[in-house]
């Protein structure tokens, strides 16, 4: 049993996501009346999928879900969320395109919790402005887990990080929040949403933050910079998936260091990017182990890395566990 989390007990104190799915239908169509409609916040990730599906489920086409695609998803991703959700989803299926608003309000920006307000905000603003244009949405709902209440600093225990859904609301939010996934850790996450019928490639979905990549880009954030990371991260998950380690692995990922090191291509000097790669172990996230990746494999990623990504010069593997580290670098 995971510590800290409100659980669902019956025989003996076994969970069991179908009977979670029941209950929390039946808190939902408690919560919102008869007519009345939820917007739900995509962010692309499994939690907020989650949600979607549940709402479904529990008021079909009075759910609008709005996923903001700020253009630091991982490569592919938006297209494969777009599919998905505008195909099974009963209600309105909305997306908004705002890679370039939030660039822009990233501009010069290089302090991590400053990027996290920052994203956070403006997915805020752009929930209520699309949902305001719908005309009377009484509340929202987002895929708030267990973890990030933890990792936010909920109740009496400080902060280790702030989550753009934890927490900073602004007071004119407007409506009314629903989290009903907000007691359970990442594994029974991925098990409502088993049951509920969603696609492998959704649940075996890493655990994505919801800032994107831009907390994986160490100083600012600009276009060039997340789409060689996109490259990185790409090349690395195909290595891993290519030798069947993908399903092992909690959590696997490329970072730019925001470091710049001097190397070699085509016999010359080359001064360049500096990637890092991250892979860890664990059941819950509240902490993790580093993982024993073959050498062969870290070989074949580096050697790919570097000489598909003209920017990069070096690759380094990251060997910190969780604690001291977090998961994420920033």
Not at 12 to 27: K, N
Not at 152 to 158: I, M, N, Q, V, Y
Not at 200 to 227: C, D, M, S, W, Y
Request: net charge negative; charged share 25%; aromatic share 6%.
């Amino acid at each position: 049993m995971e510590d800290g989390e409100t659980n669902m007990l019956e025989n003996g104190g076994s969970w069991r996501p179908d009977q979670f799915i029941e209950e929390a239908i039946a808190g939902l169509n408690d919560t919102v009346g008869a007519g009345e409609r939820v917007v739900c916040a995509l962010s692309g990730g499994l939690d907020s999928t989650v949600v979607a599906f549940l709402l479904d489920r529990a008021i079909g086409e009075r759910l609008v879900a709005i996923f903001v695609d700020h253009g630091m998803l991982r490569a592919g991703e938006a297209a494969e969320v777009s599919e998905l959700c505008g195909q099974r989803l009963r209600g309105r299926f909305v997306r908004i395109d705002a890679g370039e608003r939030f660039l822009k309000a990233l501009r010069g920006v290089t302090e991590p919790e400053q990027k996290r307000k920052i994203i956070g905000a403006e997915f805020i603003k752009l929930f209520k402005e699309e949902a305001l244009s719908l005309g009377d949405i009484a509340y929202l709902a987002q895929g708030t887990i267990r973890s990030d209440v933890v990792e936010s600093g909920a109740g009496t225990k400080a902060a280790i990080k702030a989550h753009h859904n934890v927490g900073g609301l602004p007071e004119e939010l407007g409506f009314k929040l629903i989290e009903p996934l907000r007691d359970l850790y990442k594994g029974r996450v991925r098990r409502v949403g088993e049951a509920l019928g969603l696609p492998a490639a959704i649940l075996r979905r890493q655990p994505f933050p919801g800032p994107g990549l831009a907390v994986r880009i160490i100083g600012e954030v600009t276009a060039e910079k997340v789409a060689l990371l996109q490259s990185a991260d790409a090349i690395f998950r195909e290595e891993i998936a290519e030798v069947g380690l993908a399903e092992e692995i909690w959590q696997f990922f490329a970072v730019l260091t925001g470091v710049r090191a001097v190397g070699m291509k085509e016999g010359a000097r080359h001064y360049g990017e500096v990637v890092a790669l991250r892979a860890v172990i664990s059941e819950d996230a509240m902490t993790a182990g580093w993982a024993r990746l073959p050498f062969d494999l870290l070989q074949r990623a580096s050697e790919r890395i570097t000489a598909e990504i003209a920017a990069v010069s070096r690759v380094v593997y990251d060997i910190t566990a969780k604690p001291p580290g977090t998961i994420e670098w920033e």
